[in-house]
């Protein structure tokens, strides 16, 4: 089993900062890749950003250039920078791993005010 809490979330005027986080405890040695995944209300998870074990990303055309995806790995923890936000990035924010299984994180909302 994979644990994974997510933190960082909040209300941010348009142009604003926040940083993510997404720990990870229990048998995180089957995780092979991390995902960022969005909810924006009334619309269907999306896919934001990747980093796997070997430290390669990538990130949806959206938020190229302005997010970043990170990791500590003595932390265990994942990190979403993501600046030049926007009223259209608003949403419930998903970690997701990628390993012998799939895990999901409780999500955490972040709200752009325009």
């Known amino acids: 089993q994979v644990q994974l809490v997510e933190s960082g979330g909040g209300l941010v005027q348009a142009g604003g900062s926040l940083t993510l986080s997404c720990a990870a405890s229990?048998?995180?040695?089957?995780?092979?890749?991390t995902d960022w995944y969005r909810q924006p209300p009334g619309m269907q998870r999306e896919l934001v950003s990747t980093i796997t074990d070997d430290g390669s990303t990538y990130y949806a055309d959206s938020v190229q250039g302005r997010f970043t995806i990170s990791r500590d790995n003595a932390k265990n923890t994942v990190y979403l920078q993501m600046n030049s936000l926007k009223p259209e990035d608003t949403a419930v924010y998903y970690c997701?791993?990628?390993?012998?299984?799939?895990?999901w994180g409780q999500g955490t909302q972040v709200t752009v005010s325009s």
């Open positions: 229990g048998n995180i040695f089957t995780i092979v890749a």
């Open positions: 997701h791993t990628i390993g012998w299984r799939e895990y």
